[in-house]
């Protein structure tokens, strides 16, 4: 698990003002530590393409904010990310909840790796959607960091880094559950 108050700091550190998303199950602990935090604004959205276009309007009024979603949600905001975010090249970093990693890499299967027919795509014993996570951000143009433990926090620092540098979208890719203090 992840220690959600080190992730919490590390957006204090980037000068985070606003988390957008959709509150799902592995983020709870990170979404709990948000909630009454007076330094960073906690909104939550309907669906996942909102918080995408959201985060963009709050960039041009001056804002940083970060969107917070489960992998299944940015398959669905696909295209608020590119025709918002990407399309006004919104420095814009992407906490993504990988549902389905634990159970991916437990099968010994990797993304890159893998040939994605429907064989593979319709295994009871996995959930898709981890599968594709990468391989879609790949042909959307959008590059990403994975962070599966706390040592792989300073990621997050260098997605920020990058999201500026190139002046778009980088996610993070968080293969566990956030844990609380």
């Known amino acids: 698990m992840i220690q959600a108050a080190l992730v919490l700091d590390e957006l204090r550190r980037q000068g985070v003002t606003d988390v957008l998303g959709v509150p799902d199950n592995a983020a709870k602990a990170l979404l709990d530590l948000l909630a009454p935090d007076r330094s960073i604004r906690l909104i939550t959205v309907t669906r996942e393409g909102e918080a995408f276009a959201v985060a963009s309007g709050l960039w ?25 975010a990407m399309r006004m090249r919104v ?11 634990a159970r991916m890499q437990a099968h010994g299967l990797r993304p890159a ?40 926090l ?22 566990t559950d956030t844990a609380a203090p």
Do not use: H, K, M, Y
């Open 60 to 84: 041009v009024g001056g804002r940083v904010p970060v969107v917070l979603v489960q992998n299944t949600g940015l398959l669905e905001a696909g295209d608020a990310l590119r025709g918002t």
């Open 91 to 101: 420095p814009l970093v992407c906490l993504v909840t990988v549902r389905g990693w």
């Open 113 to 152: 790796a893998e040939a994605l027919d429907a064989e593979l795509l319709s295994r009871a014993d996995l959930d898709s959607v981890a599968l594709l996570t990468e391989p879609t951000l790949r042909a959307w143009g959008v590059p990403w960091e994975v962070v599966s433990a706390d040592s792989d």
């Open 154 to 175: 300073p990621r997050v620092a260098a997605a920020f880094r990058r999201a500026q540098e190139e002046e778009r979208p980088v996610a993070v890719l968080i293969t």
